[in-house]
């Protein structure tokens, strides 16, 4: 691990401490946490949004879809 250096205001600070307290995990902790988390939700959008562009870009057509509609159809009993 590195150390590195942030700069927070007074209010994102305590918020932090208090989060860390809560958490009991110390500050640093939290924060890797924190971000872990949030640069893995910036992955996923940027998955969803390539996900949507292909989309875009080539549709779905009306049969590609209707094999698996007749499949998860329940059965008539």
């Known amino acids: 691990m590195q150390t ?4 927070l205001d007074t209010k ?7 989060a ?5 995990v110390n500050r640093s902790a939290l ?3 924190a971000l872990q988390e949030h640069l893995k939700r ?4 940027e998955l969803e949004e ?3 562009r292909g989309y ?3 549709p779905q057509r009306d049969p590609e879809f ?12």
């Open 4 to 7: 590195i250096q942030v700069v």
């Open 12 to 18: 994102l600070l305590n918020a932090t401490d208090l």
């Open 20 to 24: 860390a307290k809560r958490q009991k």
């Open 31 to 33: 924060i890797r946490h």
């Open 42 to 45: 910036l992955h996923d959008l």
């Open 50 to 52: 390539r996900d949507r």
């Open 56 to 58: 875009r870009a080539k």
């Open 66 to 77: 209707r094999v698996w509609e007749d499949a998860a159809a329940w059965p008539e009993l």
